[in-house]
């Protein structure tokens, strides 16, 4: 055996050795996948790991994330912050090597697990590389490029995801994406021709890709020529497609139960004399840690290189941190006063601050005349536009959130996205790993409710609100008019650490009696009772709020005093102290309202207190005529709330505090 084929089985060795350990992971691809991740690392990857978040480093994304168990053999051996004893630790409760990667561990690019996301984030990352290399060549000596690759298996190329994606990424010409396909022909069910019976050659060609086809997925030397050739394409994606056996070298080598399997230390003995290394205390032998400072070599060189050129670059005026206070300050001291859908109030946003944030990119899914989410006189990015903020994602809004999840973890943009918001369903997976990773991509999400109309009931997100709330770690926020809307990007650009989505109107909204500052506790009163006293608190959000108003008014003609509270934000107004809640809920019958089937608010009920929401689809009509048709207009409330206040008033039981 050559040393390359020594260090590369004991990568296999290591990886399983991880997982017998664990009893818990996925041997089959530790073992097929080990010669295309050590020619990546060892012959092309140009990384720090004492400078891990470098921006110029070549990105490296392992979207079968259930490869895991090799990735952390290779960062431990090629210097990243793994010891022996993390490696033994692997699928333990707090280890840093989880059971798939998780951003935020030592050379982890991207949370990855669900197949096809990481491929998809892999497109955002190159778009990043391709806007920072053409501002580079503008303003610098055309020094930045560098590669992002990702490893991908024939399931994530079965899901819909990567079709989106990959032909995004041919399209726009990201010639500096390389997709590594590990192609064992395997899944868990048995043979992945069985279900995928793609000419993937064909199928990526079509796309705008350079394939190329090594046969022996052993041959490390040959999968590295073609990363060289992948390198050297001027406007084309690369996949390389490596053939492979599925938990090559042990006894279920090209068997669908080695997939997800662990060996005993019997089937690791198999391994170790199948594979002539004998690795059993967890350390590698002189001449692979001799291959690894070989090449460690050729990093140091790259970096010192590049390194005072990157210095110099990041101090254009593009990287300037953005003075978010400022910014807030200059949004507080703007007159917004229309009478205008929240969408169109959103757009007025959104182009206030495209000056103030240079780095803010983004699109729509082939909906930005609707949603009014764009950028006004600036171009779409393209190949022969590159530095185009705005983005053309087309009808692909599973692949559009996920890429705008790459955008915000390459680290210098800033990315937003948007669609109806009947369609949150396409996008939620993404969406779902946005907030897992703390991501503050910003989700613009228009036509929200009923309201809708002639569109019908396909168009009625009337369990939407229900299903993005039910998301930790995601700040939802719907306001009735635009100042709060204002409020809500205010948000956004405040809570770094986690998505925004802004649920927007199609429909005027009028301006009211909101208070911007007021509108950030998540919930206040917007509107006070005609009177000293108040019997009842309509609360709603949206444009429920303009109907509550409506619904106030006439209740004090019937003799009851009742104040309106707009809640544009439920998450933060249940971060808010006991106290405030129940000044602003007040002591009296509270009555919620919202065009949705969420039940959110009964955590603020007691008894008599009431919901009237919605627990049906749609119709096809008229806005007004189906908010009337399904009883949620102000004249088929207002009896409603009156026979809930007669029975409030009938028992005037003491109520219990929230």
């Known amino acids: ?26 041997t089959g691809i530790v073992l097929s996948s080990a010669p295309i991740l050590f020619a990546l690392f060892n012959d092309h990857l140009n990384f720090n790991p004492k400078d891990t978040n470098w921006l110029m480093r070549d990105r490296f994304i392992l979207s079968a994330g ?39 561990a030592p050379g982890v690019e991207v949370t990855t697990g669900p197949l096809g996301q990481g491929i998809a984030n892999a497109v955002g990352m190159a778009l990043c590389e391709k806007k920072l290399n053409k501002l580079s060549q503008d303003k610098a000596d055309g020094f930045y490029n560098h590669y992002t690759y990702v490893l991908v298996g024939e399931g994530d190329l079965s899901e819909g995801i990567s079709y989106e994606a990959c032909s995004l990424a041919g399209l726009w010409k990201l010639n500096h994406l390389i997709v590594l396909l590990d192609s064992n022909n395997m899944t868990i069910e048995g043979k992945a021709d069985l279900a995928l019976g793609d000419d993937l050659v064909k199928r990526f060609e079509a796309q705008g890709f350079f394939v190329q ?61 199948k594979l002539g290394v004998q690795m059993r205390d967890w350390k590698f032998s002189k001449s692979t840690k001799a291959i690894v400072a070989e090449s460690a070599k050729r990093r140091k060189a790259y970096y010192t290189q590049v390194a005072p050129k990157l210095k110099k670059f990041l101090q254009d005026d593009f990287f300037k941190p953005i003075d978010i206070d400022s910014v807030q ?56 536009e590159i530095l185009g903020r705005n983005i053309h994602f087309g009808i692909r809004e599973h692949a559009m959130a996920a890429i705008c999840n790459g955008i915000q973890l390459y680290g210098a943009f800033r990315a937003f996205c948007s669609t109806f918001f009947v369609f949150f ?43 993005i709330r039910a998301i930790p770690n995601v700040m939802v926020y719907r306001p009735c008019d635009t100042r709060e809307t204002v409020a809500g990007y205010i948000t956004y650009l405040k809570n770094d650490k986690m998505p925004t989505a802004l649920i927007l109107s199609r429909q005027d909204l009028n301006m009211q009696n909101s208070d911007i500052e007021k509108a950030l ?8 009772s005609p009177l000293d006293k108040c019997d009842i608190t309509l609360i709603a959000c949206g444009g429920e709020v303009a109907t509550c108003i409506e619904l106030r008014d006439e209740l004090f003609k019937k003799g009851y005093t009742a104040r309106v509270v707009s809640m544009p934000c439920e998450k933060i107004f249940s971060e808010q102290s ?14 919620f309202i919202e065009l949705s089937n969420d039940d959110i608010y009964q955590k603020y009920l007691r008894e008599y207190d009431a919901v009237f929401n919605l627990a049906r689809f749609g119709e096809s009509g008229k806005a007004k005529d189906v908010l009337d048709d399904l009883g949620m207009s102000c004249a088929k409330l207002l009896p409603q709330v009156e026979k809930v206040i007669k029975t409030y008033k009938k028992y005037n039981k003491t109520l219990l505090d929230i």
């Open 1 to 26: 055996m050559t040393d390359r084929e020594i260090a590369i089985n004991e990568l296999r060795v290591l990886g399983a050795m991880e997982i017998s350990n664990a009893k818990s992971g996925h």
């Open 66 to 104: 259930h490869g895991s168990a090799l990735l952390y053999a290779i960062l431990h051996l090629y210097g990243y912050d793994y010891s022996i004893n993390d490696l033994k630790s692997f699928r333990q409760l707090h280890s840093k090597c989880a059971g798939h990667p998780d951003y935020g």
């Open 213 to 273: 086809i090594v046969e022996d997925g052993n041959d490390s030397v040959a999968i590295s020529q073609a990363i060289t050739d992948a390198k050297a394409q001027d406007e084309k994606p690369s996949l390389i497609i490596c053939r492979t056996k599925l938990g090559y070298g042990c006894e279920l080598e090209d068997n669908p139960k080695i997939h997800g399997s662990a060996l005993d230390e019997k089937g690791l003995d198999y391994l170790r004399d």
């Open 329 to 384: 300050e200059q949004l507080f001291n703007q007159n917004w006063f229309y009478d205008v859908a929240t969408r169109s109030s959103s757009g007025k946003v959104l182009n206030f601050l495209k000056d103030k944030i240079p780095n803010l990119i983004g699109g729509s899914a082939d909906l930005a005349p609707s949603t009014k989410a764009f950028f006004e006189n600036e171009p779409f990015f393209s190949n022969d």
């Open 425 to 467: 369903d396409y996008l939620k997976p993404s969406m779902r790993m946005s907030a897992i990773m703390g991501l503050n991509v910003l989700y613009l999400l228009t036509h929200d409710s009923i309201m809708v109309g002639e569109d019908g009931i396909t168009h009625q997100p009337i369990e939407q609100l229900t299903s």
């Open 521 to 528: 506790l998540g919930g206040y009163v917007i509107e006070n």
């Open 578 to 591: 006991k106290k405030y809640q129940r000044q602003v809920l007040g002591d009296g019958l509270r009555v």
